[in-house]
């Protein structure tokens, strides 16, 4: 029996590249979707077992649309996936770099790859992913124009790659949360690392925030991120999310989030999870 999991974009996208290179020697389905939105309601929905959402770039930071999405579905992180990007300059077969005068792509792509668009005199123009961008071009059989994406999606539609390494950064990775319906049953083993994500709302007072964020200093805990983003029940209200080293069973973990809890009007355990590299 194979898994079904959902992605954002078209197929050829680095959600999906993920999800091939984690899910390597398994069988699996995967499951284009429009939005992430839309790719979290296919696991809400039982449509999907598992879904692949990019929270954040190394270049690019945060992907915001992603934090948001989440905050709509009650689902869990099973695992962070962190992918290194490999951005590649595509184009129809036979057309050469100096026929192009525009490249679409993803924002996020787009600005991992600034300088050497600029570098090439290229238009940059935005498409709603990068796989979809490769797509486009493919099938619309547009010969002045490239496309961002990655050396799956040129495989994908049968393009040339016109040039490999197109990200400005050679540090370019994405994280990755491989969510699903339920908690993942994570058991501790003090040899390996882990981390928690927790998503709260500080409750309507002076220094709230300081306040939650001590808890996990005052237990010697190390937080990693932090992202704020609009309430979706309140005007001026902030939801955060929040991550941190540790497992969610260890004593002083425990002990922090009791303290949050007391500390804040609304608190979730996203999950624990390990972080894998692909």
Same mark, same amino acid.
């Given at each position: 029996?194979?898994?079904?999991?959902?992605?954002?974009?078209?197929?050829?996208?680095?959600?999906?590249?993920?999800?091939?290179?984690?899910?390597?020697?398994?069988?699996?389905?995967?499951?284009?979707?429009?939005?992430?939105?839309?790719?979290?309601?296919?696991?809400?929905?039982?449509?999907?077992?598992?879904?692949?959402?990019?929270?954040?770039?190394? +270049?690019?930071?945060?992907?915001?649309? *992603?934090?948001?999405?989440?905050?709509?579905?009650?689902?869990?992180?099973?695992?962070?996936?962190?992918?290194?990007?490999?951005?590649?300059?595509? *184009?129809?077969?036979?057309?050469?770099?100096?026929?192009?005068?525009? +490249?679409?792509?993803?924002?996020?792509?787009?600005?991992?790859?600034?300088?050497?668009?600029?570098?090439?005199?290229?238009?940059?123009?935005?498409?709603?992913?990068?796989?979809?961008?490769?797509?486009?071009? *493919?099938?619309?059989?547009?010969?002045?124009?490239?496309?961002?994406?990655?050396?799956?999606?040129?495989?994908?539609?049968?393009?040339?790659?016109?040039?490999?390494?197109?990200?400005?950064?050679?540090?370019?990775?994405?994280?990755?949360?491989?969510?699903?319906?339920?908690?993942?049953?994570?058991?501790?083993?003090?040899?390996? @690392?882990?981390?928690?994500?927790?998503?709260?709302?500080?409750?309507?007072?002076?220094?709230?925030?300081?306040?939650?964020?001590?808890?996990?200093?005052?237990?010697?805990?190390?937080?990693?991120?932090?992202?704020?983003?609009?309430? @979706?029940? @309140?005007?001026?209200?902030?939801?955060?999310?929040?991550?941190?080293?540790?497992?969610?069973?260890?004593?002083?973990?425990?002990?922090?989030?009791?303290?949050?809890?007391?500390?804040?009007?609304?608190?979730?355990?996203?999950?624990?999870?390990?972080?894998?590299? +692909?």
């Amino acid at each position: 029996m194979s898994l079904h999991i959902a992605f954002q974009g078209e197929h050829g996208a680095y959600s999906e590249q993920a999800i091939q290179r984690y899910f390597i020697n398994e069988k699996i389905n995967t499951q284009p979707c429009s939005s992430f939105e839309h790719a979290l309601s296919y696991v809400s929905e039982h449509k999907s077992d598992l879904v692949m959402l990019p929270v954040e770039n190394s +270049v690019a930071g945060s992907v915001i649309s *992603a934090y948001d999405a989440l905050l709509k579905y009650n689902l869990c992180i099973h695992q962070e996936i962190v992918l290194k990007v490999q951005h590649c300059l595509l *184009a129809n077969k036979g057309v050469k770099l100096e026929d192009i005068c525009e +490249v679409r792509s993803h924002e996020q792509a787009l600005s991992q790859c600034q300088k050497s668009i600029q570098q090439l005199s290229l238009v940059p123009k935005r498409f709603s992913d990068t796989a979809g961008a490769a797509k486009y071009i *493919a099938e619309k059989k547009v010969n002045n124009e490239g496309a961002i994406a990655s050396e799956l999606a040129a495989k994908t539609y049968g393009l040339d790659i016109l040039r490999y390494h197109f990200e400005d950064e050679s540090f370019n990775y994405t994280r990755f949360f491989l969510l699903g319906r339920q908690a993942l049953e994570l058991a501790f083993d003090p040899e390996k @690392r882990y981390k928690t994500s927790i998503v709260f709302a500080t409750l309507d007072k002076p220094n709230a925030l300081v306040q939650v964020l001590s808890c996990l200093s005052d237990n010697g805990i190390n937080m990693t991120k932090i992202e704020s983003r609009p309430s @979706r029940s @309140r005007a001026w209200e902030c939801i955060f999310f929040v991550d941190f080293e540790g497992h969610d069973s260890e004593e002083h973990i425990q002990t922090a989030l009791l303290m949050i809890l007391k500390r804040t009007s609304f608190l979730k355990n996203l999950g624990c999870y390990q972080s894998t590299y +692909v």
